[in-house]
């Protein structure tokens, strides 16, 4: 999946009633707004940087990297760099 300036484009893999499997590509400084699921939520940086907030904690993950963001919990994401997830 290409970047797109000024963008955050999404591919929906997988979609089921107990969660979906999608690859997002983002911009750097592109957000993606507060949200919540009702299951957990695997986020696996492919490539890049993102800081990803989980309530009122900030994470910083980077290219291989992986966080857990648990069902019911609010987060938001924001591209430090471009940066792909899985």
Do not use: C
């Amino acid at each position: 999946m290409e970047y797109v300036f000024g963008s955050v484009v999404t591919r929906t893999l997988m979609n089921q009633n107990t969660g979906t499997a999608t690859l997002s590509s983002f911009d750097t400084g592109e957000v993606q707004t507060s949200t919540y699921y009702p299951y957990d939520r695997l986020i696996h940086i492919v490539a890049g940087e993102a800081t990803i907030h989980v309530d009122e904690l900030s994470n910083i993950v980077k290219t291989g990297e992986i966080l857990i963001v648990p069902a019911h919990v609010k987060h938001w994401i924001k591209a430090n760099k471009r940066f792909k997830m899985l």
